[in-house]
């Protein structure tokens, strides 16, 4: 993540670039610049946890937790575990969140079966998450460990 702009893009070592890192410090896409040979190609505009609304935000943590508990993340799936921090959540109001977020880049989305989709967190989205845990481990003083050993967020 890019500290300086707070986005979920991160700088390449010339400073010049940004582009999304994995945890091994990887990179897995370039975004594009304005003097790059593609001048005409848009970016994702940089999407940061604020841009999102809590319902999204949310719906982006289920997801993860799904994935992370090996389950698949369909909607009634991700609505079930919405409806423990909501009263009610409608078909309406997941799904059409669930949809802002995939144009997001966010989440993709794929067809589970004729009458099901399945959500999954795309590197960006995941990046977000990650981004957000390392934020508030840093505003209160903790330490977030990496799968290598590494700590995050505490010096």
Not at 15 to 24: K, Q, S, T
Not at 133 to 153: H, I, K, Q, S
Request: hydrophobic share 30%; charged share 35%.
């Amino acid at each position: 993540m890019c500290l300086t702009c707070e986005r979920v893009w991160g700088h390449l070592k010339d400073d010049l670039h940004h582009a999304l890192v994995d945890e091994n410090a990887e990179i897995v896409t370039r975004k594009p610049q304005p003097d790059d040979d593609h001048e005409d190609v848009c970016c994702d505009g940089g999407i940061v946890w604020g841009d999102l609304s809590g319902f999204q935000r949310d719906c982006l943590e289920e997801i993860q937790r799904l994935d992370r508990d090996g389950e698949t993340s369909y909607g009634l799936a991700i609505k079930h575990r919405l409806e423990t921090q909501y009263d009610e959540v409608t078909h309406g109001r997941l799904y059409s969140n669930l949809d802002d977020l995939a144009d997001r880049g966010l989440v993709e989305k794929s067809e589970l079966d004729r009458r099901t989709n399945e959500y999954t967190l795309t590197d960006e989205g995941r990046a977000l998450l990650i981004q957000r845990v390392e934020r508030l481990a840093d505003a209160c003083e903790m330490a977030v460990a990496t799968a290598d050993g590494r700590e995050v967020g505490r010096e």
